[in-house]
């Protein structure tokens, strides 16, 4: 008997090989709507429905679908192709951001009842976002419409949705992995068991006997360069301390071999039988002891590799003061001091590292984004290039490292990133594409890498544990006499931007704060851990945690509002930020909104009812902090685009930034059609593909709208008095009789149509473009408030959270629905650092959670509705008045929290998450103490 089963409609009679599960077997047939997000039915991205009702198609083995009804998100619409309600509730409310996770929540929420729909935390525990917050998807599934479509010209400040919101909720968005490649190869890693030892030996022979095995590389294929995984513009920036592969394992998880075969399953049978004989070598885990005398060296490498002190395993360090902290602290009435931790924290991406690697014949580009299979072998590799479609925020400084590695000119290699399922920095690295691209080029065959959930744990990146000792001194008034941190950051066992986060995490934190006396003493030390990375806030989260947890309690020492402390020592207006590691000239308060944001928690505070909600005898407590970030990275940040006038009458931005539900692509179109008098749906946009588009250092750094769109908007600006000039020459009428529009030139009572501009051009040989170029420098400040009401069960460490109020200082906003989007997911991604989120490794550095139900995300019943207020400011120095938004709301969550916990329950918590049995264990010990006394 022959396997049927219906998928959207259509009957397939292929059967499923033994074991398979329904999502393989959908995405192997083209249905790319189905996501991978997590192997293990925690996220929901795989949702489908069978026979009308969800379920999560990662766990549901294929054969059982036979002779059933398959609906994935693609076949949600009706049959004339108009949107399914869900669809369109979604596209209207923009529920979604990086929207990797938005196909499975469509086929869940279309699925519920009316009475299923009145428990969406419920309803919706199967399904995960890291992106929004839940707002925007709570919205779209009660209807609510954020998307406006204003007139021509007039799209800046408006609510726009993302121009690929269609392609998102139908499912036809391609994400890296959304691709059908001909005969593509997959690569499978195999993973150190120690945390550090040397190879003293590896037999590959039983490997490659396993059927469907092409190739299995070691550290004898592997380069001898070093090199790091981070990218930054300016590569100095990072440590040289890594091999593509090495003879050195530093840390369980590092890859020892790869694999490739015809199969993943063939890879990694080919994996198992890997034969390595290791020499086990001595390891620290612990920074303060990896700093000691006589602990093991990680990095005994020259200094060519940039490393500080690599004899006492110091990647990175910094020292400096301003003034006498000995003497600010004599002169204080008041000095607080403690020590804080800060956890490693996983990015949880939904959609995982990897690439696809393949061959075109050179200087034949295909369309952005489009993979083929190598050409004849008779053309030679010579004749063609290498393609990397790759999850990056870098695709430019990917391109420009694999380059380096492996001698290619840059001709040769191009680096595609399509639309990017999440990264809040943890794809500013090279993970994946420099081995997949040394196989292919060894095989000349297109090569496939993708992480699976386990490996983003094992294999990728965290957050920075730091520990942080503050020290603050105060006058009886308030005024702050001196500020000192010690600052160690575990960099774990490679420095991937260690030095450079370290360097961070002191800056703002610090520099908001009038002192004379300030003292820096930092550490980036290596450990055999996993390594650690770029994380949303780049340091400046851990040590806000600490220094605003510390004014807290120094406000409670002084008797004073820790709101006045603040207000009292805060820099103000056209100040600069002093701190003990010298002033970074470039960068400045271009505008100043922090009185507003602290304006923010003040009304919150006055106006607040929200303790009523507390059950009766929990704990009630409410707490705020601060932060403050530079709107781009120091050292320059650099944007190159390209704005021009289309035959159709219609324009086309090009821009190297990649999209990863940051908005950019959404802004930049409205920036442009600003400048030229249009609508949106009027421009398109070519962007993260190095062959389309001109330089882009990439999608970090909060560079997306301030360093990227100012390109844009001088190309735009440019362009619109090109076309305007060329026009009047061609109308011979002033040039001031003549106005854009959306579809024309208004030229004193005659009115012609772009289309024949573009004719008129081309017939003269003139082409109707402009370039635009910022480097990323001089750059402004933003500002964040946070404040919570919370309740604490006394009986169980249970705590909810009462209200939360943010306080945003953006500058000129350019689409708010947009931006509180990122307000509210940067919050509930610090939630879930402050409550639950942690990366714990054992005694031998090995990573325990490594899956969601082991690593809890925060869910849609985790996550509260946060009010987002924005300051009214306009920025002196980013595009029209605009500043970055994209980090900072993730710094004051975490302190803010804190201090609502010390206030409610009057222990002072200095290491997140603040757990329930923690927060219980605390508060039994506090009531034991007083039964003893």
């Given at each position: 008997?022959?396997?049927?089963?219906?998928?959207?409609?259509?009957?397939?009679?292929?059967?499923?090989?033994?074991?398979?599960?329904?999502?393989?077997?959908?995405?192997?047939?083209?249905?790319?709507?189905?996501?991978?997000?997590?192997?293990?039915?925690?996220?929901?991205?795989?949702?489908?429905?069978?026979?009308?009702?969800?379920?999560?198609?990662?766990?549901?083995?294929?054969?059982?679908?036979?002779?059933?009804?398959?609906?994935?998100?693609?076949?949600?619409?009706?049959?004339?192709?108009?949107?399914?309600?869900?669809?369109?509730?979604?596209?209207?409310?923009?529920?979604?951001?990086?929207?990797?996770?938005?196909?499975?929540?469509?086929?869940?929420?279309?699925?519920?009842?009316?009475?299923?729909?009145?428990?969406?935390?419920?309803?919706?525990?199967?399904?995960?976002?890291?992106?929004?917050?839940?707002?925007?998807?709570?919205?779209?599934?009660?209807?609510?419409?954020?998307?406006?479509?204003?007139?021509?010209?007039?799209?800046?400040?408006?609510?726009?949705?993302?121009?690929?919101?269609?392609?998102?909720?139908?499912?036809?968005?391609?994400?890296?992995?959304?691709?059908?490649?001909?005969?593509?190869?997959?690569?499978?890693?195999?993973?150190?068991?120690?945390?550090?030892?040397?190879?003293?030996?590896?037999?590959?022979?039983?490997?490659?006997?396993?059927?469907?095995?092409?190739?299995?590389?070691?550290?004898?294929?592997?380069?001898?360069?070093?090199?790091?995984?981070?990218?930054?513009?300016?590569?100095?920036?990072?440590?040289?301390?890594?091999?593509?592969?090495?003879?050195?394992?530093?840390?369980?998880?590092?890859?020892?071999?790869?694999?490739?075969?015809?199969?993943?399953?063939?890879?990694?049978?080919?994996?198992?039988?890997?034969?390595?004989?290791?020499?086990?070598?001595?390891?620290?885990?612990?920074?303060?002891?990896?700093?000691?005398?006589?602990?093991?060296?990680?990095?005994?490498?020259?200094?060519?590799?940039?490393?500080?002190?690599?004899?006492?395993?110091?990647?990175?360090?910094?020292?400096?003061?301003?003034?006498?902290?000995?003497?600010?602290?004599?002169?204080?009435?008041?000095?607080?001091?403690?020590?804080?931790?800060?956890?490693?924290?996983?990015?949880?991406?939904?959609?995982?590292?990897?690439?696809?690697?393949?061959?075109?014949?050179?200087?034949?580009?295909?369309?952005?984004?489009?993979?083929?299979?190598?050409?004849?072998?008779?053309?030679?590799?010579?004749?063609?290039?290498?393609?990397?479609?790759?999850?990056?925020?870098?695709?430019?400084?990917?391109?420009?490292?694999?380059?380096?590695?492996?001698?290619?000119?840059?001709?040769?290699?191009?680096?595609?990133?399509?639309?990017?399922?999440?990264?809040?920095?943890?794809?500013?690295?090279?993970?994946?594409?420099?081995?997949?691209?040394?196989?292919?080029?060894?095989?000349?065959?297109?090569?496939?890498?993708?992480?699976?959930?386990?490996?983003?744990?094992?294999?990728?990146?965290?957050?920075?544990?730091?520990?942080?000792?503050?020290?603050?001194?105060?006058?009886?008034?308030?005024?702050?006499?001196?500020?000192?941190?010690?600052?160690?950051?575990?960099?774990?066992?490679?420095?991937?931007?260690?030095?450079?986060?370290?360097?961070?995490?002191?800056?703002?934190?610090?520099?908001?704060?009038?002192?004379?006396?300030?003292?820096?003493?930092?550490?980036?030390?290596?450990?055999?851990?996993?390594?650690?990375?770029?994380?949303?806030?780049?340091?400046?989260?851990?040590?806000?945690?600490?220094?605003?947890?510390?004014?807290?309690?120094?406000?409670?020492?002084?008797?004073?509002?820790?709101?006045?402390?603040?207000?009292?020592?805060?820099?103000?207006?056209?100040?600069?930020?002093?701190?003990?590691?010298?002033?970074?000239?470039?960068?400045?308060?271009?505008?100043?909104?922090?009185?507003?944001?602290?304006?923010?928690?003040?009304?919150?505070?006055?106006?607040?009812?929200?303790?009523?909600?507390?059950?009766?005898?929990?704990?009630?407590?409410?707490?705020?902090?601060?932060?403050?970030?530079?709107?781009?990275?120091?050292?320059?940040?650099?944007?190159?685009?390209?704005?021009?006038?289309?035959?159709?009458?219609?324009?086309?931005?090009?821009?190297?930034?990649?999209?990863?539900?940051?908005?950019?692509?959404?802004?930049?179109?409205?920036?442009?059609?600003?400048?030229?008098?249009?609508?949106?749906?009027?421009?398109?946009?070519?962007?993260?593909?190095?062959?389309?588009?001109?330089?882009?250092?990439?999608?970090?750094?909060?560079?997306?709208?301030?360093?990227?769109?100012?390109?844009?908007?001088?190309?735009?600006?440019?362009?619109?008095?090109?076309?305007?000039?060329?026009?009047?020459?061609?109308?011979?009428?002033?040039?001031s009789l003549l106005r854009l529009g959306a579809d024309a030139v208004e030229c004193h009572g005659r009115t012609i149509t772009l289309k024949e501009v573009f004719e008129a051009a081309r017939g003269k040989g003139v082409e109707l473009a402009a370039d635009g170029h910022f480097g990323g420098s001089p750059r402004s400040i933003a500002f964040n408030s946070q404040w919570f009401r919370i309740a604490v069960d006394p009986d169980t460490g249970e705590i909810r959270i009462l209200r939360s109020v943010h306080g945003a200082d953006a500058g000129r906003v350019m689409n708010p629905m947009q931006c509180r989007g990122q307000v509210e997911g940067g919050v509930a991604q610090a939630l879930g650092a402050t409550l639950f989120e942690r990366v714990l490794l054992d005694e031998h550095g090995e990573v325990t959670t490594a899956a969601f139900r082991r690593y809890r995300l925060p869910a849609y019943a985790d996550v509260p509705r946060t009010e987002v207020h924005f300051s009214t400011t306009s920025d002196a120095i980013g595009p029209l008045g605009a500043k970055s938004m994209s980090e900072s709301p993730f710094n004051p969550v975490a302190p803010a929290f804190a201090n609502a916990l010390r206030d409610a329950t009057g222990i002072r918590f200095t290491d997140p998450p603040f757990l329930r049995d923690q927060v219980w264990q605390a508060l039994a010990e506090r009531r034991g103490s007083h039964y003893s006394e």
């Amino acid at each position: 008997m022959s396997f049927a089963m219906h998928v959207n409609g259509r009957p397939t009679g292929v059967e499923p090989r033994p074991g398979q599960c329904l999502r393989t077997y959908l995405r192997e047939r083209g249905w790319f709507g189905v996501k991978k997000g997590c192997d293990a039915g925690d996220c929901g991205a795989c949702t489908v429905q069978v026979d009308g009702a969800p379920v999560h198609s990662c766990l549901y083995p294929a054969a059982r679908a036979e002779g059933r009804s398959v609906t994935t998100v693609e076949g949600l619409a009706g049959p004339d192709g108009e949107l399914h309600p869900m669809q369109q509730r979604f596209l209207d409310a923009q529920g979604f951001q990086c929207g990797f996770c938005t196909a499975g929540f469509l086929m869940t929420t279309s699925a519920l009842d009316e009475e299923q729909l009145t428990d969406l935390p419920r309803s919706l525990k199967g399904n995960l976002c890291r992106c929004t917050g839940y707002r925007a998807i709570e919205d779209a599934i009660n209807g609510v419409r954020h998307t406006e479509e204003p007139d021509p010209g007039h799209a800046v400040g408006r609510n726009l949705g993302a121009p690929a919101g269609p392609q998102v909720v139908t499912g036809t968005a391609r994400y890296t992995f959304d691709v059908e490649v001909p005969g593509l190869l997959h690569m499978k890693l195999l993973r150190s068991p120690h945390p550090h030892a040397r190879i003293l030996a590896i037999d590959t022979a039983a490997a490659l006997r396993v059927p469907g095995v092409h190739l299995v590389l070691t550290h004898h294929d592997a380069p001898e360069r070093l090199y790091s995984s981070a990218r930054h513009e300016h590569p100095t920036e990072d440590p040289d301390d890594t091999r593509v592969l090495d003879d050195v394992v530093r840390f369980v998880g590092q890859r020892v071999a790869a694999v490739v075969a015809d199969s993943e399953a063939a890879a990694e049978e080919g994996c198992r039988r890997i034969v390595v004989e290791y020499q086990q070598l001595p390891y620290v885990l612990d920074p303060e002891e990896a700093m000691a005398p006589g602990a093991p060296v990680l990095h005994p490498k020259g200094p060519e590799s940039r490393i500080a002190r690599p004899e006492n395993n110091v990647c990175g360090e910094a020292h400096g003061e301003l003034g006498s902290v000995e003497q600010g602290f004599a002169e204080a009435d008041v000095v607080y001091e403690e020590t804080f931790r800060t956890q490693r924290v996983q990015h949880a991406s939904l959609e995982t590292h990897g690439c696809v690697v393949t061959f075109e014949p050179a200087g034949q580009p295909g369309e952005a984004g489009q993979l083929g299979e190598a050409g004849e072998a008779g053309g030679g590799a010579g004749e063609e290039r290498i393609v990397v479609r790759s999850s990056t925020q870098v695709p430019f400084l990917t391109r420009r490292a694999l380059c380096a590695l492996y001698d290619l000119p840059m001709e040769k290699v191009r680096v595609v990133a399509g639309r990017v399922g999440g990264g809040f920095g943890g794809k500013q690295e090279m993970l994946t594409e420099d081995i997949a691209v040394l196989a292919a080029m060894r095989l000349h065959r297109p090569v496939k890498l993708e992480f699976t959930r386990a490996e983003q744990f094992h294999g990728a990146t965290t957050r920075h544990p730091f520990l942080i000792t503050v020290k603050l001194g105060a006058k009886r008034d308030g005024t702050l006499t001196a500020i000192r941190f010690r600052v160690v950051s575990n960099t774990g066992a490679y420095g991937n931007h260690g030095p450079a986060v370290m360097f961070h995490s002191v800056g703002e934190s610090m520099g908001v704060y009038r002192a004379p006396n300030k003292k820096v003493e930092a550490y980036s030390v290596y450990t055999n851990g996993v390594p650690a990375g770029a994380f949303r806030g780049y340091g400046l989260g851990q040590v806000t945690f600490a220094v605003e947890s510390a004014m807290d309690e120094l406000a409670r020492r002084l008797g004073i509002d820790p709101l006045v402390l603040r207000e009292k020592n805060i820099i103000g207006p056209g100040e600069h930020m002093e701190g003990p590691l010298g002033e970074e000239e470039d960068l400045h308060i271009a505008s100043y909104g922090l009185d507003q944001c602290l304006g923010v928690v003040r009304e919150a505070l006055a106006n607040d009812t929200s303790a009523e909600l507390a059950p009766e005898g929990w704990l009630v407590g409410q707490g705020f902090a601060m932060a403050a970030i530079a709107c781009g990275p120091p050292g320059g940040h650099i944007a190159d685009a390209t704005v021009r006038l289309l035959e159709d009458g219609g324009y086309d931005i090009a821009v190297g930034t990649a999209e990863f539900g940051n908005g950019t692509t959404t802004v930049h179109r409205q920036i442009a059609a600003g400048a030229l008098g249009t609508t949106v749906d009027r421009i398109t946009v070519r962007q993260s593909d190095t062959d389309v588009v001109r330089h882009d250092t990439g999608a970090f750094g909060s560079a997306g709208t301030v360093v990227a769109g100012k390109a844009v908007m001088q190309a735009a600006n440019a362009l619109a008095e090109r076309l305007l000039t060329f026009t009047a020459e061609y109308a011979r009428t002033p040039r001031s009789l003549l106005r854009l529009g959306a579809d024309a030139v208004e030229c004193h009572g005659r009115t012609i149509t772009l289309k024949e501009v573009f004719e008129a051009a081309r017939g003269k040989g003139v082409e109707l473009a402009a370039d635009g170029h910022f480097g990323g420098s001089p750059r402004s400040i933003a500002f964040n408030s946070q404040w919570f009401r919370i309740a604490v069960d006394p009986d169980t460490g249970e705590i909810r959270i009462l209200r939360s109020v943010h306080g945003a200082d953006a500058g000129r906003v350019m689409n708010p629905m947009q931006c509180r989007g990122q307000v509210e997911g940067g919050v509930a991604q610090a939630l879930g650092a402050t409550l639950f989120e942690r990366v714990l490794l054992d005694e031998h550095g090995e990573v325990t959670t490594a899956a969601f139900r082991r690593y809890r995300l925060p869910a849609y019943a985790d996550v509260p509705r946060t009010e987002v207020h924005f300051s009214t400011t306009s920025d002196a120095i980013g595009p029209l008045g605009a500043k970055s938004m994209s980090e900072s709301p993730f710094n004051p969550v975490a302190p803010a929290f804190a201090n609502a916990l010390r206030d409610a329950t009057g222990i002072r918590f200095t290491d997140p998450p603040f757990l329930r049995d923690q927060v219980w264990q605390a508060l039994a010990e506090r009531r034991g103490s007083h039964y003893s006394e």
